[in-house]
Nanobody, 122 residues
Framework: VQLQASGGGSVQSGGSLRLGCAAF????????IGWFRQAPGKEREGVSC????????LYADSVKGRFTISRDNAKNTVYLQMNSLKPEDTAVYYC????????????????WGQGTQVTVSS
């Protein structure tokens, strides 16, 4: 069972990136899939989540209107489209799977991806 995050990189302020979270050994539509990020010296924080049952999407206030989470069942992957990136979005981004529901509590997630670095320069 594994989650694999990809798509990070370096962009200038105002640019875009799309992160992918591919699942192996389970199906993404059977779990809530969340994206988190952690900047140096800061705690890991929730960014967005795609709920398991009804497809509800949740966003942190800091990314609303700029980020979009989506799920592709055929590819068993959850994406995070990030537009209008800001330097404060710089962090390592992680995806995680919870077998029940979206939650902000990192300790409740069952599986974690390895993280992908996003760097936004001004």
């Amino acid at each position: 069972v594994q989650l694999q995050a990809s798509g990070g990189g370096s962009v200038q302020s105002g640019g875009s990136l799309r992160l992918g979270c591919a699942a192996f050994g389970f199906t993404v539509d059977g779990y809530a899939i969340g994206w988190f990020r952690q900047a140096p010296g800061k705690e890991r924080e929730g960014v967005s989540c795609f709920s398991r049952d009804d497809g509800t999407t949740l966003y942190a206030d800091s990314v609303k209107g700029r980020f979009t989470i989506s799920r592709d069942n055929a590819k068993n992957t959850v994406y995070l489209q990030m537009n209008s990136l800001k330097p404060e979005d710089t962090a390592v981004y992680y995806c995680a799977a919870d077998r029940h529901y979206c939650t902000a509590f990192v300790e409740e997630y069952d599986y974690w991806g390895q993280g992908t670095q996003v760097t936004v320069s001004s």
